[in-house]
């Protein structure tokens, strides 16, 4: 409407996103390349530590550890690794320790999204030396933890809120991980579904921005991607997307159990009379000898990966990669190594896949294999649109997205019913931090002051003297004795102040026989709220002035009381929000039913 200005509802939007947004998106592009960078440097840190530690050759090419010719001997290589990175930890920094993701979430919700400098170092040195020397980690955890790391450095050089310094970080790490495999969008949705704890503009638009640029800095370091191409032999059916939700239990069943495999394990380690530094030298050793029984179940297994959608695993081989890296992957996280679950959640979901399709004779063991790799990255992660996205990414077969999406939300719907916390937030839950992901827009920002405030509102004149007012409460006034404040309204109507109970008190103390007014003893410019403003930023003003309530005034006549907001009123804004999620009403259609079976009961016995 002409000439509201900014008044009114005029001033309410969807967003809350100001050009604080602009500043964010321009730090995020140089973060992009930093990560991008960081990224190719961990890769390249892996792969030459891996040559080292194998085959004794300094080569920035990455090999398999399954191809070494280094006999019993192997065994020891994971040992050291792990003897590296306890000492790392314990003289270096102990948040190295761990899958990267809890630290990085940690990190937000816990430390004002502030990283040491020393983290983002040892962090990707720690996960390079535990990968190259065997360890079944992926590189996705580490390099989420290291891209976030120089985020939070580099926005610590600048003069930013908590919020604004967490985008930064998570525009890092969402960074590193888009340069790492190729998935940009994958990486902006584990972002939204991890890290952010918030679905805002915002921080949405900067960490995207960092994530393209993160996948244009890429290419010409490390190709174009996708990393695992791949194509089905067969148009997608509609038996595959049914059959897909069989798969999604089966992999939600099997996320369950990971999760309590890698934290059990933990918990046997916590027992043990030694200290934690020596605790990854004990998983090294069950990593060795896994390896000595089945080699592909060392290292990140991208060659596995490959193997699994190309359908060339079958049979023993299948069932000993994933038996092998099962039990090495959770005791060696368990001991609180350094090292990432995605990678080997994509080996176990396809291992699941491949082999149910082979037992049950679904078709092409790679699709299988591909639908439950997304499956249980899904279910383990509590992450589905990340899963999906994420597969498709991976191996650009868009073919399979209806029945990546049912295996996914199945897979999902098994551990969110199962467990109470997923793989990655059991770790901070363990440090007796509480993280909900559940996100939903609040009571109080759906309603405005109007909506909630007491209209009828008992006053007090200015003229009052303290004594009548405290003699009318001592009477037990209806009119005011039920209210703990009182607007002050001067000879013309007009509010003029506001009064408490504990302004009451206080006057008596310094004249006691209360001859003093109510509005001398009270405020004569009392904070106040408007009926269209949103009651969580009357909240906001109630809390920053440690005050209990406000007087509601007209916008455009600051001294025409309209009303009231209290305490009360904001509790059945809550209340409200509580019930719409918890109160079940009757069914129309069910009551209906009733009338109508009670009237032809009526009618038959009436005949009878």
């Known amino acids: 409407m002409k000439g509201r200005g900014r008044t009114g509802e005029a001033r309410l939007g969807d967003f809350t996103t100001d050009r604080r947004v602009l500043i964010l998106s321009g730090m995020a592009l140089i973060v992009g390349v930093l990560g991008t960078l960081v990224a190719r440097a961990l890769l390249w840190l892996i792969a030459v530590i891996t040559n080292l530690a194998y085959y004794q050759s300094f080569s920035p090419v990455l090999r398999s550890p399954s191809d070494n010719r280094l006999g019993v001997w192997a065994i020891l290589i994971p040992v050291i690794g792990a003897l590296v990175i306890g000492l790392m930890a314990r003289f270096g920094s102990e948040k190295i320790r761990g899958h990267g993701i809890p630290e990085a979430m940690e990190a937000i919700l816990i430390g004002r999204s502030r990283i040491e400098a020393k983290v983002a170092v040892l962090k990707p040195l720690s996960s390079a030396v535990s990968i190259g020397t065997g360890g079944p980690f992926g590189a996705e955890g580490p390099i989420i933890m290291t891209g976030g790391a120089f985020g939070s450095l580099f926005a610590q050089l600048f003069h930013l809120s908590p919020a604004e310094r967490k985008t930064v970080l998570v525009a890092g790490a969402a960074a590193g991980m888009s340069a790492v495999f190729a998935a940009p969008v994958a990486a902006v949705l584990l972002a939204v579904e991890l890290l952010l704890f918030e679905w805002k503009p915002r921080s949405f638009i900067p960490v995207a921005l960092a994530s393209a640029t993160a996948m244009a800095a890429r290419i010409p370091l490390l190709g174009t991607g996708p990393i695992f191409p791949f194509e089905t032999h067969a148009a997608l059916a509609w038996r595959t997307i049914l059959l897909s939700l069989g798969m999604g239990i089966a992999a939600g069943f099997g996320s369950s159990l990971l999760t309590a495999m890698v934290y059990g394990a933990e918990d046997l380690f916590a027992k043990l009379p030694i200290h934690w530094m020596w605790w990854p030298v004990i998983g090294g050793a069950v990593v060795g000898a896994g390896g000595l029984l089945f080699p592909r179940a060392l290292g990140v297994g991208y060659e596995s990966l490959r193997d699994l959608l190309d359908g060339n695993l079958i049979g023993a081989a299948l069932i000993g990669l994933l038996v092998t890296k099962m039990i090495i992957w959770a005791v060696a996280l368990g001991s609180g190594t350094s090292g990432g679950v995605l990678a080997p959640l994509l080996i176990m979901g396809g291992c699941l896949g491949a082999a149910e399709a082979q037992l049950f004779h ?180 109630m809390a920053r002035h440690d005050v209990g309530r406000l007087p509601v005034v007209a916008r455009d006549d600051p001294g025409r009381l309209e009303g009231y907001l209290g305490r009360t009123g904001i509790m059945a804004a809550w209340t409200n929000g509580i019930d719409e999620e918890t109160t079940r009403e009757r069914s129309r259609l069910a009551r209906r039913m009733r009338f109508v079976w009670r009237k032809t009961r009526a009618r038959v016995g009436r005949a009878v």
């Not at 049912?406 to 993280?435: F, N």
């Not at 007009?494 to 302004?503: I, K, N, P, S, W």
């Open 362 to 541: 679904l078709g092409d063991p790679g699709l299988w294999a591909m639908i439950g790799m997304g499956a249980m990255m899904g279910g383990t992660m509590r992450s589905p649109f990340t899963a999906v996205v994420f597969m498709l990414e991976l191996t650009h077969e868009v073919r399979m997205l209806p029945a990546l999406l049912l295996a996914c939300t199945a897979s999902e719907l098994v551990t969110v019913l199962i467990m109470k916390r997923s793989i990655l937030t059991e770790k901070v839950a363990r440090k007796g931090h509480h993280v909900t992901r559940e996100y939903s827009v609040s009571p109080l920002q759906r309603l405005v002051v109007r909506d909630v405030m007491l209209r009828s509102v008992p006053t007090v004149p200015a003229e009052m003297r303290v004594a009548d007012l405290v003699e009318r409460l001592a009477r037990m006034d209806p009119l005011l004795s039920t209210a703990q404040a009182w607007p002050i309204l001067d000879a013309q109507g007009r509010l003029a102040g506001m009064v408490t109970r504990g302004d009451l008190l206080d006057s008596l103390r310094v004249h006691p026989g209360g001859e003093g007014s109510v509005l001398e003893a009270g405020s004569a410019k009392p904070l106040v709220t408007h009926p269209d403003e949103l009651l969580s930023d009357a909240v906001v003003r």
